[in-house]
């Protein structure tokens, strides 16, 4: 039986245009970019090329792509780069529901180097209280780092404001649109973005390969201190294959951004109409219309989500859940929490993130497989 992938948010299937353009650069050419003879230099023009289709994704200019091994390294970069930027200042805003490579950074500046963070919360809905991000800002504030989407409910933060906001008030402003790339339209010219984190395996590249775009003007300091590479910005001889491969992904992806809020949105608004209605109990996690078109975050009340990702993964479909379970208890996730989610759900939320390789088909599957697993769950468990 083949397997159902519905986990797209946790990463993607690499696509097999991706694998044919990186293929010859894991194999015959295998030269190292920085080399001058002719052998190495045709790594370097594919490198060029996957720097310029890298940019193209979000209107950039190729000289402001920095690749780097992830969107953990991305946004650890993009903090360390401010606060080495503004010695000064001490103060960071970012919100209660971001990513760990975002957060846990946070945290260890609050906790070991006198840093004053500012968590903005979030409402219900997985909206961010902007009144008080605003009145938050001071002469202080080193960075506003916020993502663009969220990994567990896709909500979308309103990044374009924001970011005006920022740059009036003079102040850094950095995205983590790991979860936006290839699925929301980017344009960095129109929206005042200082740096914006990017990975691969997220839209059908390679695991291991990021970017970090880094606005004309602004110097990041890099975490990797070594040879020129990446105009002498990041240290380490290239990972030529993975970005290669990252590059023909934002190519595709870009003109695929069509299909991704066309054909991925009906068939998540499918999946999520049919479990509300077959499924008593249920809701939707996060705004219904601020969301990624291929996210559905939703709570089953009453049932455990390990139970169901369990009878799930015996049906070979791969989700994921909005806890974690220890052998005490039950932890929603930090997001759920921060949207005040009731435990009832929470404790029951299932993750279904969708690419351009779902089908109809798939969908129905799923469906008629989760009707008959929590109706199951629901016995026991009850
Ligand atoms: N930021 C967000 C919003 C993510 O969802 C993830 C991965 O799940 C990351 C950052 C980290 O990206 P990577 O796995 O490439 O390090």
């Known amino acids: 039986m083949k397997i159902i992938y519905i986990d797209n948010n946790a990463t993607t299937k690499v696509a097999d245009e991706v694998i044919q353009e990186m293929l010859p650069f894991l194999g015959e050419l295998y030269g190292n970019p920085s080399s001058t003879y002719g052998f190495a230099k045709q790594v370097d023009k594919k490198i060029k090329q996957a720097r310029q289709r890298v940019a193209d994704l979000i209107n950039a200019e190729p000289k ?117 790339a290839g699925k929301v339209a980017i344009d960095v010219k129109k929206v005042s973005i200082d740096m914006l984190s990017i990975s691969g395996h997220k839209f059908h590249a390679p695991k291991g390969v990021g970017a970090l775009y880094v606005k004309k003007g602004f110097k990041i300091s890099s975490l990797l201190i070594g040879g020129s590479q990446e105009n002498g910005q990041r240290g380490g001889t290239e990972n030529t294959a993975s970005i290669i491969g990252l590059g023909k992904a934002c190519e595709i992806a870009r003109k695929e951004l069509p299909i991704m809020n066309n054909k991925v949105r009906k068939l998540r608004d499918y999946l999520e109409s049919q479990l509300l209605e077959k499924i008593s109990g249920s809701s939707v996690n996060g705004d219904l219309d601020k969301r990624l078109s291929n996210t559905l975050s939703i709570g089953f009340d009453g049932v455990r989500a390990e139970s169901i990702l369990s009878l799930l993964d015996k049906k070979k479909i791969c989700a994921s859940s909005g806890s974690a379970c220890t052998s005490e208890c039950v932890k929603i996730s930090h997001v759920l929490m921060a949207m005040k989610t009731p435990f009832k759900s929470g404790a029951g939320t299932i993750r279904f993130s969708l690419s351009r390789y779902n089908t109809k088909k798939e969908i129905d599957y799923i469906i008629t497989t989760m009707i008959a697993v929590i109706q199951k769950l629901r016995k026991k468990e009850y």
Request: aromatic share 8%; net charge negative.
């Open 64 to 180: 402001e792509i920095i690749f780097t091994s992830c969107g953990t390294e991305s946004d650890n970069t993009a903090i360390y780069s401010a606060i080495k930027a503004f010695p000064e200042k001490k103060h960071i805003i970012t919100s209660s529901v971001e990513h760990p490579a975002i957060s846990k950074v946070c945290t260890y500046l609050e906790k070991t180097k006198g840093y004053e963070i500012t968590f903005v919360p979030v409402n219900k809905k997985g909206l961010l209280d902007l009144d008080l991000l605003y009145s938050s800002i001071s002469n202080n504030t080193a960075l506003i780092s916020l993502m663009w989407a969220n990994n567990e409910t896709g909500v979308l933060f309103p990044i374009k404001e924001i970011a005006e906001k920022a740059r009036e008030k003079g102040i850094l402003f950095h995205t983590d649109a790991v979860q936006a």
